[in-house]
């Protein structure tokens, strides 16, 4: 567990960097997607565009989401 500093009382934080690192970037590229999807389904001249930013980064969340399986497991 990691310690917080920043504050008048350091807190313990139940996740270590490298997991919250990973949870915290995935949840990044989750919300990317969804967006992007809105995005490429409002149409237009950029649709194609987001439908790429989209896939691409569904393959790095996939990544993500195996590295943090085998984070989790290795505990």
Not at 31 to 50: H, P, V
Not at 54 to 62: G, T, V
């Given at each position: 567990?990691?310690?917080?500093?920043?504050?008048?009382?350091?807190?313990?934080s139940?996740?270590?960097?490298?997991?919250?690192?990973?949870?915290?970037?995935?949840?990044?590229?989750l919300?990317?997607?969804?967006?992007?999807?809105?995005?490429?389904?409002?149409?237009?001249?950029?649709?194609?565009?987001?439908?790429?930013l989209?896939?691409?980064?569904?393959?790095?969340?996939?990544k993500?989401?195996?590295?943090?399986?085998?984070?989790?497991?290795?505990?």
């Open positions: 567990m990691q310690q917080r500093s920043g504050t008048a009382t350091p807190t313990r139940p996740v270590d960097d490298q997991t919250y690192d990973l949870l915290q970037s995935l949840t990044s590229k919300e990317a997607i969804e967006a992007y999807e809105t995005y490429a389904a409002d149409g237009g001249r950029y649709g194609s565009l987001f439908e790429e989209a896939n691409e980064d569904r393959q790095h969340a996939e993500l989401l195996d590295a943090l399986r085998e984070r989790l497991g290795s505990r």
